[in-house]
């Protein structure tokens, strides 16, 4: 096996790209850090150290071959621990200041975005009058994900039964986009709130891309968070529909009451003035039947 061959063939090209910068700049030290691949089929990670010698005018390369394997995987896990930690600080803290729901998914796919390693993504909600899910946020090509997703009552992936999944799901699927078959890996999963389906996220990650188990649980818990605060959101917006439908409402009362007032009014008004004139005789003496009367003695 060559020493091309020995190294990962994702890591190949940045491999020689390094040693090309070391031999431009004769510098006294080549120090990089690759994946290889051992005899059985293995990856690890190798840390190479290599010094230039000159023997009888010839230029020869010696170096030192280090597995750091144990080290990139604690560094890994760290990065994932911290990467999942902000995640879940993220969720939480636009779960409690935003009451707009576009704004929060908008802001919670732009945090994953920088957070996750994805292509594209979007939220959809679920009108269950509708039965569909309407896409509300979105990142990355449009046309990617459908506006809306209608669903039947016998087929429907949104309800709590027995036999539906509960956690994430990965899934990889082959589709037609732009005149050409595509070939994604999706990560999806539900936004609850008190065991009601709220909606889901789903995202467009690379075929390479591993998701930890761990990762799926810390999802599972944005989930849960996110599902809350769109289902607070909604609440807001129904609060803040039912005030003003209240607003409206009273001032039709009042309109309503304004108008009677006028239209009783402006009668009695006529009518006091001609009781006036007829009690102090303007229009003509009032016999005494007349006066006795309850019309010819009102005041």
Known sequence: MTYNEFIHPEDRSFVQNEFDRFRKNSSNQFTCEYRVVDSSGSIKWISEITFPCRCDDNLEYHGILLDVTDRKMSERTILEKERDISILYSASALASESLDVDDLLDEMLMEM?????????????????EKEAVLRAYIGPRGEYPENIHYSTVENMFDNSAGTPSGPLVAEDTFHYQGQMQHKKYLL????????????I?????????????????LEHVGKHIGIAIENAQLFEMTQRAYEDLKH??????????????????PLISIKGFSDLLDKGRLGELNEDQKKSKFGSCT
């Open 113 to 129: 975005e920088d957070l996750l390693d994805i292509t594209a993504g979007g939220v959809y909600i679920i009108n269950p009058e």
């Open 189 to 200: 999963f539900r936004l609850y709130s008190r065991e009601k389906i709220m909606g889901f």
């Open 202 to 218: 789903q995202l467009s990650i690379p075929l390479n891309h591993e998701v930890s188990e761990k990762s799926l649980q810390v």
């Open 249 to 266: 409402l009273d001032k039709l009362k009042s309109e309503f009451l304004a108008n009677l007032t006028h239209e009783l009014k402006t």
